[in-house]
């Protein structure tokens, strides 16, 4: 139990509709990709010609292909970010560089804005049943997305969501579709998120110019969140005394998806 959990667990719900701002690796589909169209079964005694092996190379790409569709594969990637520029993916990040975070502070920035941030929520240690919970949400918006199927101003529609919604994960807790998760997989390893943005990767204008999160590492293991940005393939650096996770929206939810995977 991280200190001040419990003292924090009572309000917590108070505060989920107010929140409007800005702010698993998941191997499964890669464990899908077996060799079970290489496997003995279809293994049968036909003359090892060249045309041989190059129809089971098919088979097993198309297999492989129908077997395991990523969540969100690199066309939705492209398309989703198309407008957006992401500086260059960096890891260089340490202690030294980190503003910390007391108790008062993070309370205060409730009422009077915290970093900047006029419009920040509390989100502090948020759990694993949170994390699985908006990942299902805003994969399920960004399939709609890839598909075609969601509205063109989709999150305008998600905007009007709030304030209506009957659990904080159907307002994606208020925040940006593309970082929303992210910022949940930050809260759940023991940092405190400050801000975040999109950066305008659906289409709509944003102030920032590409999708990123910040936050104070508050009781986050420094080494484990380098640890996770690496596998995810995300930035992350110091900005201003805070942490500065970004990168491309499939990027962040990657990383979302290895802190699931990670707590669960």
Not at 17 to 31: D, M, Q
Not at 34 to 54: A, G, I, Q, T
Not at 121 to 149: K, M, N, P
């Amino acid at each position: 139990m991280w200190p001040g959990r419990a003292k924090r667990a009572a309000p917590i719900a108070a505060k989920v509709s107010a929140v409007r701002r800005r702010l698993r690796r998941s191997s499964a589909w890669t464990e899908g990709l077996d060799d079970s169209l290489m496997s003995p079964r279809w293994r049968h005694h036909w003359p090892k010609s060249s045309s041989y092996f190059v129809l089971v190379f098919l088979l097993s790409s198309i297999g492989a292909r129908l077997q395991a569709p990523p969540l969100i594969d690199s066309e939705f990637a492209l398309t989703s970010c198309s407008s957006v520029s992401i500086p260059e993916i960096r890891r260089d990040i340490a202690l030294r560089n980190l503003r910390s975070l007391s108790e008062a502070e993070a309370e205060e920035g409730v009422e009077g804005g915290l970093e900047g941030n006029q419009d920040y929520s509390d989100l502090r240690a948020l759990s694993a049943i949170d994390l699985q919970a908006v990942l299902r949400e805003e994969e399920r918006w960004l399939t709609r997305i890839r598909l075609g199927e969601a509205p063109s101003d989709v999150e305008e529609v998600l905007t009007n969501v709030r304030g209506s919604a009957f659990e904080p994960v159907e307002e994606l807790w208020g925040l940006d579709l593309g970082v929303a998760s992210a910022v949940v997989a930050l809260s759940c390893l023991g940092a405190c998120p400050v801000s975040s943005c999109n950066g305008g990767a659906f289409g709509h204008s944003h102030q920032a110019k590409y999708p990123y999160i910040s936050f104070f590492l508050y009781e986050a293991s420094l080494e484990r969140l380098l640890l996770i940005a690496e596998h995810a393939r995300c930035g992350l650096t110091a900005l201003d005394g805070l942490g500065h996770l970004y990168g491309p929206v499939d990027n962040l939810m990657m990383f979302a998806r290895e802190v699931a995977a990670a707590i669960s």
